[in-house]
T-cell receptor, first 116, second 109 residues
C-alpha cells in the first residue's frame, strides 16, 4: 500500500458542479495538508490539520471546504470553482503537525483539476 | 517578504555532475528541504539540512550555509531518470514551509 493516496487522479468540472477530492494516508501520521500547485509557481499551502483539528487556513476562498473525519482521511470539497482554480492539488502528511523542525512531509500523487 | 530563489530550468548530460542552487530570505530558519518531483507524480523527500555543511546520500548531496542563506543540491553520475523538478523549501521561525518554484532538470544522453 503506497503511503499517501489521492482520488481521483484527474477531474474535469464545470463552474457550477460540486465535487470532492479524497486523500488517505497509511503512514500513521498525525498531520495532513492540502496544497495547490500551479505551473512554475511555488506550492501554496491551503489547509493544515493536526490530530483532526484545522490549524491553518491560508486565506483560501470559501469555495474550497476541507474535511478531516479522522487522522487517516482528508477531503477537499469543491463548489462553484473558477477556471483559475485549475491546478494540481496535492495532499501530504507528516508525523507531527506544524511546530516541529525536521518533520518531513510525504506527498500523494495529486489530483489534476480542470475547471471549464 | 519571504522568498526562495532557484533557477527555473537546467540542462545536463548523462553521467555528468550538476549543482542546483537555492537562496532564501525568510523570517528565521528551522531547516531546509529538497524534494524531487517527476512530471505528474508526487514530490518525494530527498534531504533535510539544519546545520551548515554537506550531507551526502549516495549520488545526491545537499549543502547548507545559513549565514549566506544558501543551499545547493549536487547530483553526481547523472542518469536519465534524474530528469525531474527539484523543489527547495525552508521552514521559517513559525515552522511554516516556504517553497521555491522548483528547478526543472533536463538530462540529455
Amino acid at each position: 500500500e503506497t503511503g499517501v493516496t489521492q482520488t481521483p487522479r484527474h477531474l474535469v468540472m464545470g463552474m457550477t458542479n460540486k465535487k470532492s477530492l479524497k486523500c488517505e494516508q497509511h503512514l500513521g501520521h498525525n498531520a495532513m495538508y492540502w496544497y495547490k500547485q500551479s505551473a512554475k509557481k511555488p506550492l501554496e499551502l491551503m489547509f493544515v490539520y493536526s490530530l483532526e483539528e484545522r490549524v491553518e487556513n491560508n486565506s483560501v476562498p470559501s469555495r474550497f471546504s476541507p474535511e478531516c473525519p479522522n487522522s487517516s482521511h482528508l477531503f477537499l470539497h469543491l463548489h462553484t470553482l473558477q477556471p483559475e482554480d485549475s491546478a494540481l492539488y496535492l495532499c501530504a502528511s507528516s508525523q507531527h503537525g506544524p511546530g516541529t523542525g525536521g518533520d518531513t512531509q510525504y506527498f500523494g500523487p495529486g489530483t489534476r483539476l480542470t475547471v471549464l | 517578504g519571504q522568498n526562495i530563489d532557484q533557477p527555473t530550468e537546467m540542462t545536463a548530460t548523462e553521467g555528468a555532475i550538476v549543482q542546483i542552487n537555492c537562496t532564501y530570505q525568510t523570517s528565521g530558519f528551522n531547516g531546509l528541504f529538497w524534494y524531487q518531483q517527476h512530471a505528474g507524480e508526487a514530490p518525494t523527500f530527498l534531504s533535510y539540512n539544519v546545520l551548515d555543511g554537506l550531507e551526502e546520500k549516495g549520488r545526491f548531496s545537499s549543502f547548507l550555509s545559513r549565514s549566506k542563506g544558501y543551499s545547493y543540491l549536487l547530483l553526481k553520475e547523472l542518469q536519465m531518470k534524474d530528469s525531474a523538478s527539484y523543489l527547495c523549501a525552508v521552514k521559517d521561525s513559525n515552522y511554516q514551509l516556504i517553497w521555491g518554484a522548483g528547478t526543472k532538470l533536463i538530462i540529455k544522453p
